[in-house]
C-alpha cells in the first residue's frame, strides 16, 4: 500500500502475468479517487458556509433592529443558505450512492450549486457592503 494525500491509500495490485496494470486502470483508479475527495470537499465546505450565512443573518437582523434601516442582504443570504444546503445534501447523497453513473451526475450537480452559492455569497458580501456604507 502507497500512502496519498490525505489518509488516503492506494492498493498495489499483484502483477501476475496474465493481468497487466494498465495505464488507464491507474488512471481511472486516481480519478475516482480525486471524485471522491472533491465531493467530501464539497460537502464540508458548504456545510460550514450554512452556518456561516445563518450567523451573518443574525448579526444582520441585530443590525436592523438598532438601526431600524432594512436590507435585502438577509433575504439574500438565506436563498444563499438554502444553496449551501442543497450542495450539501447533495454530495453527500453522490458519497453514499452506489451507482457510477449517478455518482457523477450528482457530484457534477453539487459542484454546480457550490459554485452558484458561492458566486451569490460574493454578491452578497458586495451589497451588504454597499447597503451599511449608504444607511
Known amino acids: 500500500m502507497k500512502p496519498l494525500a490525505r489518509g488516503h491509500v492506494q492498493i498495489e495490485r499483484c502483477h501476475s502475468p496474465r ?17 471522491n475527495d472533491i465531493c467530501v470537499h464539497i460537502f464540508t465546505a ?6 456561516v ?3 451573518v443573518i443574525g ?3 441585530v443590525v436592523i433592529s438598532l438601526r431600524r434601516p432594512d436590507i435585502f442582504g438577509d433575504d439574500l443570504l438565506a436563498v444563499n443558505a438554502m444553496l449551501y444546503l442543497a450542495a450539501c445534501l447533495v454530495s453527500y447523497w453522490a458519497l453514499r450512492t452506489r451507482n457510477v453513473r449517478r455518482n ?14 458561492l458566486t451569490l455569497t460574493a454578491v452578497n458580501a458586495a451589497f451588504i457592503a454597499w447597503a451599511v456604507s449608504v444607511h
Open 19 to 35: 493481468m497487466p496494470m494498465d495505464e488507464d486502470d491507474t488512471a481511472q483508479t486516481r480519478q475516482s479517487l480525486l471524485d
Open 46 to 51: 458548504s456545510a460550514a458556509m450554512v452556518g
Open 53 to 55: 450565512c445563518l450567523t
Open 59 to 61: 448579526i444582520i437582523r
Open 104 to 117: 457523477h451526475r450528482l457530484e457534477r450537480c453539487a459542484d454546480a450549486l457550490f459554485l452558484i452559492a
